[in-house]
Nanobody, 121 residues
Framework: QVQFVESGGGLVQPGGSLTLSCAASGFTFSGYAMSWYREAPGKERELVAFITRDGTGSSYPGSVKGRFTISRDNTKNTVYLQMNSLKPEDTAQYYC??????????????WGQGTQVTVSS
């Protein structure tokens, strides 16, 4: 079955860096674009990074552009999120998914358990 296992989160000071990893299984990883999302308490889950199937293209919202970098290793079925110059507002649970891989009549995304990132001094 489709699985995503996120890791690498933690507590970091403002201005610091973290690299998140997401190990995917249960589908042909190289055949799908991948995305990172985050969800802060009381807020909706939001997209923070997107990468194409072959890793040659990526996109970011303005809130993280220039600070976050998404990458992937199709030999390891893993997608990464390098986060630099972290701000307290980046505090959230971070999730990865394959946006074109859905299930059910409501076309739901597959989600893992996520990894918590806390930016605080």
């Amino acid at each position: 079955q489709v699985q995503f296992v996120e890791s690498g989160g933690g507590l970091v000071q403002p201005g610091g860096s973290l690299t998140l990893s997401c190990a995917a299984s249960g589908f042909t990883f190289s055949g799908y674009a991948m995305s990172w999302y985050r969800e802060a308490p009381g807020k909706e889950r939001e997209l923070v990074a997107f990468i194409t199937r072959d890793g040659t293209g990526s996109s970011y919202p303005g809130s993280v552009k220039g600070r976050f970098t998404i990458s992937r290793d199709n030999t390891k079925n893993t997608v990464y999120l390098q986060m630099n110059s972290l701000k307290p507002e980046d505090t959230a649970q971070y999730y990865c998914t394959a946006p074109d891989l859905k299930y059910g009549s409501s076309y739901s995304y597959y989600w893992g358990q996520g990894t918590q990132v806390t930016v605080s001094s």
